[in-house]
T-cell receptor
């Protein structure tokens, strides 16, 4: 089945530090990869996505590259801000053959990584 | 445009009761998915509805059920509540569902079972 493994937190950084949150995946079919962010008391927001190998997703200074050879989609940001403090989720959605049965469009999430950025 | 709305935001119930949660999607979105979020298990997929039909289902017991109305609004129901059902329940909507359609999440309903 499909699974996502991301580095466990919490991660605590000082403002302007470099951020990396590792994410690796196992999937059948041809997955799309996503990073979602959840701010305190809110639902999840899509941060960035990549739909095929070597694609780079980017948004708000965050980047992640779809690496098929290493089955990875690590999240990076060159200079974090206090406002980036949140929980970050790596996720995948794989397109399976029509006759596979069961769930073929659901998002499979990692456990989430809590990031705290101190001033 | 208005985002995904979930009601109520907070619920407290006791074991054995049942509960109904509601999700109103973004206008034009026809796919609604439900997720359960707990500290121990993280985010787990419950089911997806599209055009009033359940299209996908996760690995949850039959106590968890849902439906979708003709205006794409969706409800999920949990019967015979157990302590372990305490969680944040999130719904996510998209235009058509599928792996490439961005899902927009609501703020969630926090269910506490005592």
């Amino acid at each position: 089945g499909n699974s996502v493994t991301q580095m466990e937190g919490p991660v605590t950084l000082s403002e302007e530090a470099f951020l990396t949150i590792n994410c690796t995946y196992t999937a059948t079919g041809y997955p799309s990869l996503f990073w979602y962010v959840q701010y305190p008391g809110e639902g999840l927001q899509l941060l960035l996505k990549a739909t095929k190998a070597d694609d780079k997703g980017s948004n708000k200074g965050f980047e992640a590259t779809y690496r098929k050879e290493t089955t990875s989609f690590h999240l990076e940001k060159g200079s974090v801000q206090v406002s980036d403090s949140a929980v970050y989720f790596c996720a995948l959605s794989a397109l399976l053959p029509q006759n596979s049965g069961g769930s073929n469009y659901k998002l499979t999430f990692g456990k989430g990584t809590l990031l705290t950025v101190n001033p | 445009k208005a985002g995904v709305t979930q009601t109520p935001r907070y619920l407290i119930k006791t074991r054995g009761q049942q509960v109904t949660l509601s999700c109103s999607p973004i206008s034009g979105h026809r796919s609604v998915s439900w997720y359960q979020q707990t500290p121990g298990q993280g985010l787990q997929f419950l089911f997806e509805y599209f055009s009033e039909t359940q299209r996908n289902k996760g690995n949850f017991p039959g106590r968890f059920s849902g439906r979708q109305f003709s205006n794409s609004r969706s409800e999920m129901n949990v019967s015979t509540l157990e302590l372990g059902d305490s969680a944040l329940y999130l719904c996510a909507t998209s235009l058509r569902g599928g792996p490439y359609n961005e899902q927009f999440f609501g703020p969630g309903t926090r269910l506490t079972v005592l």
